[in-house]
């Protein structure tokens, strides 16, 4: 019996896990498409100047409402990805010593 409850704790932890890196991956992909288009626009000369004047002054409108929403996030994936790796239960093996 406890080695089912363990089994299934895992498989729900890895669950989470996964899930938590492919939304992390579509973020990302949303930030480099970005970067991606600008400097696509910058290499075709299409009026760039007149494009990036507009685009950074909705980016400005973004920050202000989604300021601290980006922050929040931010804040929370640093806490899920380098300050708290483990949960509680987890087992650790270090040189094959558990």
């Given at each position: 019996v406890?080695?089912?409850r363990e089994r299934r704790a895992l498989s729900l932890t890895?669950?989470?896990t996964k899930t938590a890196v492919n939304k992390l991956h579509q973020m990302i992909n949303i930030v480099v498409?970005?970067?991606i288009l600008i400097?696509?626009?910058l290499i075709l000369e299409i009026a760039t100047t007149h494009l990036l004047v507009l685009i950074s002054s909705q980016l400005l409108l973004v920050v202000f409402v989604?300021?601290?929403?980006?922050k929040t996030v931010f804040e929370s994936i640093i806490f899920l990805f380098v300050v708290h790796p483990y949960d509680v239960g987890d087992r650790c093996?270090?040189?094959?010593?558990q």
């Open positions: 406890n080695a089912f890895l669950n989470d498409g970005v970067v400097i696509w626009l989604f300021g601290n929403t980006c093996e270090i040189d094959g010593v």
